[in-house]
Nanobody, 115 residues
Framework: QVQLVESGGGSVQPGGSLRLSCAAS????????MRWYRQTPGKEREMVAD???????RYLDSVKGRFTISRDNAKDTMYLQMNKLRPEDTAIYYC?????????WGQGTQVTVSS
């Protein structure tokens, strides 16, 4: 079955960096586009970045130039390098894949940016 496991979250000061990882299993990772989302209480989940099988990338406007999405197909793992973090980046971050007719989610990892 499809499994997505995020890691790498934590607490940092504004301007700091974190690198999130998403370990995937249960499907042919290299053949699927992958996405990072985030959600804060009371708000809808929003897509932060995605990466295609051909390594094309897209970003939420507010993270452009600060976040970088990447993938390592040999390790079935996706990454999100987050630099110059801001308090408004505080959220639970989820990785996701659409496999078949269903969208799958990991359990999420908390990122807190605060002084």
């Amino acid at each position: 079955q499809v499994q997505l496991v995020e890691s790498g979250g934590g607490s940092v000061q504004p301007g700091g960096s974190l690198r999130l990882s998403c370990a995937a299993s249960g499907f042919r990772f290299s053949r699927y586009d992958m996405r990072w989302y985030r959600q804060t209480p009371g708000k809808e989940r929003e897509m932060v970045a995605d990466i295609s099988t051909g390594l094309d990338t897209r970003y939420l406007d507010s993270v452009k130039g600060r976040f970088t999405i990447s993938r390592d197909n040999a390790k079935d793992t996706m990454y999100l390098q987050m630099n110059k973090l801001r308090p408004e980046d505080t959220a639970i971050y989820y990785c996701s894949v659409i496999w078949g007719i269903r969208q799958y989610w990991g359990q999420g990892t908390q990122v807190t940016v605060s002084s």
